[in-house]
């Protein structure tokens, strides 16, 4: 069987509902990545970052996989398919993926704020101040923040690696080390891009952008990918 490889960012989830970063009116024109999305801001203002994360992962628990990310999923019935994203809502899964790698995280998850090893499943709810991880630090959410490590990227490269289909959708390529993802694929395996904007890449060369939203982009190469 071979193998498909997606790198999938907030666009996948923007027909779902979910706001991306970077879009006019994302998240980050509401908010200061540094003050709810970094190690300073949490120890600067725990509360401001718990708000943050709370009010996604409400949001996140109220919405439902969307066609991108159900597309995605049906590829499995002819291809061994790995997604890799940058998303740390659960709604590849929700769609039926079998095998998804969280680059950032998830919010469905807290963890210890000393030990990033003590994970603890929270589903849809709040974090609040004084909220303890087994080992009595305070939770934080289990999400990487901006100047931290991603600890699943050496095993997203070797995936990426043995791709012999490699398809990115709904990120901008404009975060690291994520982006660097691209550079990892094998010569020569087709190359796909679905996004109505165009991402960051070095170099077009080998790769087709289906210049289109999620739904109606996946389910098109979906379809492509499973007469082929
Ligand atoms: N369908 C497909 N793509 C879409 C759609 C859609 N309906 N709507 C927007 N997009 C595309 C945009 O054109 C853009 O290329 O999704 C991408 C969203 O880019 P960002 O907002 O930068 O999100 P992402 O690339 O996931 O950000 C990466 O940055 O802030 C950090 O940790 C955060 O994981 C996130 C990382």
Redesign the pocket.
């Known amino acids: 069987m071979s193998n498909v490889v997606v790198l999938?960012?907030?666009?996948?989830s923007?027909?779902s509902g979910l706001a991306?970063?970077?879009?006019s009116g994302?998240?980050?024109e509401g908010y200061d990545?540094q003050e709810v999305?970094s190690i300073r801001g949490w120890n600067l203002n725990k509360e401001k970052v718990l708000d943050f994360y709370n009010m996604r992962r409400k949001q996140a628990a109220g919405v439902r996989p969307n066609k991108?990310h159900k597309a995605i999923a049906e590829l499995e019935s002819k291809f061994d398919v790995t997604v890799v994203t940058?998303?740390?809502d659960d709604l590849h899964e929700k769609a039926g993926s079998s095998s998804v790698v969280h680059?950032?995280g998830m919010l469905k998850q807290a963890r210890s704020e000393k030990d990033e090893s003590i994970i603890v499943d929270i589903g849809s709810n709040p974090i609040n101040p004084g909220d303890k991880a087994p080992d009595g630090s305070q939770l934080r959410p289990n999400?990487?923040w901006?100047g931290e490590p991603v600890p699943m990227m050496e095993t997203a490269a070797k995936i990426v690696g043995k791709a012999d289909i490699f398809i990115v959708?709904?990120?901008?390529?404009?975060?690291y080390p994520?982006?660097s993802l691209v550079s990892y694929t094998r010569k020569g395996i087709p190359k796909f891009i679905?996004?109505?904007?165009?991402?960051e890449l070095y170099s077009f060369d080998g790769w087709t952008h289906i210049r289109?939203?999620?739904?109606e982009?996946?389910s098109e190469l979906k379809k492509q990918l499973m007469n082929q």
């Open positions: 999938s960012g907030a666009g996948v923007a027909e991306t970063f970077r879009d994302g998240l980050w990545v999305a991108a940058q998303n740390v680059l950032h999400v990487v901006f959708i709904g990120t901008s390529l404009s975060v994520a982006a679905v996004d109505p904007s165009t991402p289109k939203k999620g739904e982009g996946m």
